[in-house]
């Protein structure tokens, strides 16, 4: 459910307030729109992260983390610290 390499950055980028496609891109400079929409699809599909249309006429879409989403905030502290550790990150 959370592998990859943006998995972390997507859900910490989250853990505020939710954020529309264009805000998450830029606070993931390195990620492409491409690799962002596949990784918000799979976070979706795997229940970490929401994705609420609201239905207007000029599109508007937000991504905001699901009650599982926020419980998986609690691993991204002790993940980054280790990478800080092995100088990783």
Request: charged content about 25%; proline content about 4%.
């Amino acid at each position: 459910m959370l592998g990859g390499t943006w998995a972390f950055l997507i859900l910490h980028a989250l853990h505020a307030s939710p954020m529309r496609f264009g805000a998450l891109n830029k606070a993931i400079p390195d990620i492409s729109d491409k690799m962002l929409a596949q990784e918000l699809k799979r976070l979706a599909d795997n229940g970490l992260v929401e994705r609420r249309n609201y239905g207007e006429v000029a599109p508007k879409v937000d991504y905001r983390l699901t009650d599982i989403g926020k419980e998986a905030q609690a691993l991204i502290g002790p993940v980054r610290d280790f990478g800080l550790i092995m100088h990783i990150f």
